[in-house]
């Protein structure tokens, strides 16, 4: 009875949203004990997907491929193509489509329902690693180690910056996240801005990876979960496009988190709003992200399974014990709180939460009447409008010649924007958060 109350006084307080998630009061039982920036290890719960374009070569028949041949028809796509460039896409947007599981519907599994996350506070960190080991039995590679570093860079607006990073295939993965949420008629939308840069350091090998829009169903039932909208793109630097679209119950086949991604050579891909020839697909593949999507080439109608995502259980991040984390570490910061509201005892939520929120005011006093103002650790922001500079340590960053490729805007509008589009605000700024490589080789009191 409380919890229906409470949840009826809730969805009055979001037809007053003012555009501010942290200002909406949530009752104790839609609580995530979980702060928003442990969310970037959702990226790499499958460490040998995304490692596999280490491992594809220029033979037709590659080592991997023999790696698979006793299996179902898995993969074999791969075997199939001859172009290499064509290949790291397909095995780039598996790793993508095998991200999405972890990153939209695992609170559905771990907690029941799509929760509230914490709000991070400026300079929460996140770190920890995956082992070397894969869990997916088919793979007997060495991945190596492979680490996260995620930080709150900024919060207001909030911002969570990550790099994903495996030494021994020189391979990083890094971006940052901000969303902007309105309400209509009980239905959360939530735009998200900024991108990932993947690179293959080995092979020269870049992609770009935009964000999907989203919305949250089920408030009126008090069972929300997300259902993913729009389009978002895959950019490599070898002139390849995976284009995808979402869409949720109903739309493409009547079934739950599904999605259509085309494969295409860049000089065919059209993703302007004057489309005027029809684009050259070499691939196409679609399912449900959450179950099985198969891909069929072109000009043929024989399908062949893709991925299923209930085949290999995501290798979860290992995290340091609480005892040995640092103040800023999240799971630190944010034990009282956390125990508070597995609790569910919401006074004591509200005695903890607002006893961080209130030493975060303190010091942001501090650091004004000192002249101090709060220093990033791992990530800085760059600047790309205009005359382009240099990203740190690199000799241009790959978001503007991949987002020119994807004739992308490279301002600060909602992720995957097109050049041209309503949404592509020509005031916005173009400034990115990448990962500062020197803050990270000489970081020695924080580590995964
Ligand atoms: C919208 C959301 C916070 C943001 C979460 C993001 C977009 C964060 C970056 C990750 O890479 C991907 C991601 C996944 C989450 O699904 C998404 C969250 C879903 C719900 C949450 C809202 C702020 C919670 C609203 C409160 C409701 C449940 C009552």
């Known amino acids: 009875m409380a919890s229906a109350a409470s949840w009826t006084s809730f969805l009055k307080s979001i037809t007053s949203y003012n555009g501010d ?22 990226w790499a719960e499958h460490p040998n997907l ?14 991997s491929d023999n790696d698979d041949d006793d299996n179902d028809d898995d993969d074999d796509y791969e075997a199939d193509e001859d172009n290499i460039d064509v290949k790291k896409i397909l095995a780039v947007t598996k790793w993508f489509i095998a991200t ?19 709000n991070p506070f400026l300079g929460e960190l996140f770190t920890g690693k995956w082992s ?14 492979t680490i996260l570093l995620s930080e709150q860079v900024s919060h207001h607006p909030p911002i969570t910056a990550y790099a994903i990073i495996n030494e021994k295939h020189n391979t990083t993965l890094q971006g940052y996240n901000r969303i902007k949420a309105s309400i209509y008629t009980y239905t959360l939308s939530v735009k998200q801005f900024g ?11 870049s992609y770009l990876i935009t964000l999907p829009g989203l919305h949250i169903e089920g408030l009126l039932a008090a069972s929300p979960f997300v259902e993913l909208d729009g389009k978002s793109y895959i950019q490599s630097s070898s002139g390849y496009l995976s284009a995808i679209e979402y869409s949720g119950r109903g739309y493409f086949s009547g079934k739950k ?19 005027k020839s029809p684009e050259k697909i070499l691939y196409t593949i679609q399912g449900q992200w959450s179950e099985k999507s198969y891909i069929s080439k072109y000009n043929s109608s024989a399908k062949k399974l893709f991925y299923d995502a209930n085949l290999i259980k995501p290798e979860i991040l290992s995290v340091k014990p609480i005892e040995a984390q640092h103040p800023l570490e999240s799971r630190k910061a944010w034990l009282d709180v956390a125990e508070a509201i597995k609790s569910g005892d919401y006074d004591l939520i509200h005695n903890k939460k607002s006893k961080l929120e209130n030493d975060q005011r303190e010091l942001r006093k501090i650091e004004i009447e000192n002249n101090t ?21 690199q000799k241009s960053d790959p978001f503007t010649t991949l987002s020119t490729l994807a004739n992308l805007s490279k301002n600060d509008v909602p992720s995957g ?29 924080i580590t995964p």
């Not at 991108?195 to 090998?205: E, G, M, P, T, W």
């Not at 924007?417 to 700024?429: F, L, Q, R, S």
């Open 21 to 42: 998630l942290a200002s909406l009061t949530a009752p104790p039982f839609i609580l995530s004990p979980v702060s928003l920036v442990e969310y970037s290890q959702y």
């Open 50 to 63: 995304l490692l596999a374009p280490n491992f594809i070569s220029n033979n037709p028949k590659t080592q």
């Open 100 to 118: 999405l599981k972890s990153q939209y519907c695992s609170r559905n599994e771990s907690m029941g329902s799509e929760k509230k996350p914490l």
């Open 132 to 145: 070397s080991v894969s869990k997916d039995p088919k793979d007997s590679k060495d991945l190596g180690e």
């Open 373 to 393: 103002p709060w220093k990033n650790r791992w990530f800085t922001e760059i600047d790309l409008s205009g005359k382009e500079l240099p990203a740190l340590g």
């Open 417 to 445: 924007t097109p050049i041209g589009d309503k949404e592509d605000d020509p005031n916005a700024h173009s400034k990115h958060w990448r990962l500062n490589i020197d803050a990270y080789k000489n970081e020695s009191e």
């Open 257 to 275: 988190n599904t999605f259509k991604a085309k494969i295409i050579k860049n000089n065919e891909a059209k993703i302007n709003l004057k489309k």
């Open 195 to 205: 991108h990932a840069i993947l690179q293959y350091k080995n092979s020269n090998d």
